[in-house]
């Protein structure tokens, strides 16, 4: 069988720990991006009904 790296990726320990990882990142910035449109959302209705 042929060592490719995408098989090395899938099937080894540091290769599944590296994708866990890759996958967190991803999901904590779509949660940070989400959490601050909202926020900039609210402040910025707040702020236009106080003018």
Same mark, same amino acid.
Request: net charge neutral.
């Given at each position: 069988m042929e060592n490719t790296p995408l098989s090395t990726l899938f099937s080894s320990e540091i290769g599944l720990l590296s %994708? *866990?990882? &890759?996958? *967190? &990142? %991803?999901?904590?910035g779509v949660y940070i991006f989400l959490f601050v449109r909202r926020h900039v959302k609210e402040d910025t209705e707040a702020q236009q009904k106080r003018d």
């Open positions: %994708l *866990f990882t &890759i996958g *967190f &990142i %991803l999901c904590m």
